[in-house]
């Protein structure tokens, strides 16, 4: 599939365009011809920095206009697609649309798991009734060894298929139980909802498509939670690391329950800061949800070249 390469005026149309994708080889390209009503209704839905579809005058083709990839869908039963983030900016700049993000507000809200306990110990038997609750899918999380050997990155996950809050308590009652420094957990989980707050994640994590996934958690340094006599570095240090097995933890979870994750490593720090209007520091993200197709593991080294033996 070819890759979105620029928009130009229409050839047939003065109002309208044409959307070039290049291939592979630099002399054959695919074309999609848009009239003036096509192209208004397109730009309409993206200087909105929303999500829509656009049918094409033969009645037949079509626009899916998503927060990650928009999709054509043609008539000869090709389909093209390109980055939201791409196609948006070139077809404002060819509308000269002011493009002007339109500001998220965040309204943070107490994350109440499925299962409530109304006693004054309230958090530790919580914790512990959601990791003993059996799940309602039948699956199996006893064999760690087996969830060890099956977990894989997922990069392409089913968004027709819906999480369950039990899975989202129990992936993030995992995260709860990593080990940390001293006990005083310095990290902060944020499970984001809101849609364009995704979408703006995305950018932020260098435009990797998948970050935008059915759950998104990202996992925050939190320092001062680290009650220890240490200089800030180290502290910090304890914090990325708690932060860092925190999120190892979900991944494990998650591969429990049937569901598959990708860990994003590649971001922009003081854009996500931005995003989630936080001070905290991002060590990762995590996108979860079910893979569109289960694939083995792939292959790892063989232990002798992994393991070094001091005696």
């Known amino acids: 599939m070819g890759k979105f390469s620029k928009i130009e005026p229409s050839y047939i149309s003065r109002d309208g365009c044409r959307l070039v994708w290049e291939e592979i080889d630099e002399d054959d390209s695919d074309v999609v011809v848009l009239n003036k009503e096509e192209l208004d209704s397109l730009t309409e839905i993206l200087a909105k920095n929303s999500t ?4 094409l005058e033969d009645q037949f083709s079509t626009i899916l206009i998503n927060t990650d990839i928009i999709q054509f869908r043609l008539k000869d039963s090709k389909m093209l697609e390109a980055k939201t983030n791409a196609m948006t900016k070139a077809i404002l700049e060819f509308k000269n ?6 500001p998220i507000k965040i309204y943070p809200k107490e994350f109440l798991p499925s299962i409530q306990i109304d ?4 958090d530790k038997e919580q914790l512990e009734a959601v990791l003993k609750a059996k799940t309602k899918s039948g699956i199996s999380e006893t064999d760690l060894f ?12 089913d968004s027709s298929k819906t999480i369950e809050q039990w899975q989202v308590d129990k992936i993030l ?5 990593a080990p940390t420094a001293g006990n005083f957990q310095g990290f902060e989980v944020f499970y984001v909802k809101n849609k364009e707050v995704k979408r703006r994640l995305v950018e932020a994590a260098n435009n990797q498509p998948y970050v935008n996934a059915p759950v998104v958690l990202v996992f ?3 320092p001062a939670r680290v009650k220890m006599n240490f200089r800030p570095e180290i502290l910090a240090k304890f914090s990325l690391q708690d932060a860092t097995l925190a999120a190892a933890y979900s991944q494990l979870a998650a591969s429990a329950l049937g569901l598959s994750s990708i860990w994003i490593g590649m971001i922009n720090e003081t854009k996500v800061k931005q995003i989630l209007q936080t001070e905290l520091r991002p060590s990762s993200i995590l996108g979860i949800g079910y893979p569109q197709k289960n694939r083995p593991p792939k292959s790892r080294r063989n232990l002798k070249d992994l393991v070094r033996v001091i005696e």
């Open 220 to 222: 925050c340094m939190d």
């Open 173 to 177: 009652a995992a995260a709860d139980t």
């Open 97 to 102: 649309v002011p493009h002007v993000p339109k």
């Open 52 to 55: 829509g579809k656009v049918e």
């Open 119 to 122: 006693k004054e110990d309230s």
């Open 146 to 157: 087996k969830i060890l050997s099956a977990r894989r990155s997922t990069r392409n996950f």
